[in-house]
């Protein structure tokens, strides 16, 4: 009978402390969420410009980010040498900053513009030079986040440089009116 009574007594506080520990660990979870994100973007690769982002969860859907990418030759395809882009974006779904999202974003970059004379008949010539720019953009994609907090991300935008447009009608023209925003990326949440 005392082994039986024993036995019954360590039972119910093996139970008992399994009960405790995991609602405490849970608590902890959702005290204690993962507010930071990091991420590579190989998506740009297509335009020879791959990015890292940095990614801050200040509300349960809203964030504040950051990205910079570097052209890997002597510019992109695009005309781009480099681009830091800032963005704010908004979530739509159930979990912290996770599923369908809205982006906006502004961007400081170098860009390659074109110079060109010509008289009414034929172009004369043409000079490029190298300028920095500032753009607006907006963006939409999902995230999505793993039980270990990896993450992975859809999205297609685009943008729109600001400086530099129009200077001189028919003499100047602007590489870059509009830059892609592409990102295939995949992070870790910490």
Do not use: C
């Not at 507010?35 to 990614?55: A, H, Q, W």
């Not at 509300?59 to 992109?76: C, M, P």
């Not at 480099?82 to 860009?111: C, D, H, L």
Request: aromatic letters at 16%; zero cysteines.
């Amino acid at each position: 009978m005392k082994k039986i009574i024993t036995l019954l007594f360590l039972t119910t506080q093996v139970v008992a402390l399994s009960q405790t520990n995991e609602n405490s660990a849970t608590q902890e979870t959702e005290e204690n969420p993962k507010k930071n994100e990091i991420r590579v973007n190989p998506g740009m690769l297509m335009f020879y410009m791959p990015e890292i982002s940095y990614e801050r969860i200040f509300a349960k859907n809203h964030t504040i980010g950051v990205s910079f990418g570097v052209s890997l030759q002597d510019e992109s395809n695009i005309g781009i040498k480099y681009m830091i882009t800032p963005q704010y974006r908004m979530y739509f779904g159930k979990k912290s900053a996770n599923g369908f999202f809205m982006e906006a974003s502004a961007s400081v970059y170098e860009e390659r513009a074109y110079n060109y004379y010509w008289n009414y008949n034929s172009f004369y010539s043409s000079i490029s030079s190298r300028q920095t720019n500032i753009g607006l953009g907006i963006a939409a994609g999902g995230k999505f986040i793993t039980k270990n907090n990896w993450t992975g991300e859809l999205s297609i935008g685009v943008g729109t440089g600001l400086l530099h447009r129009n200077q001189q009608p028919y003499y100047y023209y602007n590489y870059n009116q509009y830059y892609p925003r592409v990102s295939f990326g995949f992070g870790k949440r910490f």
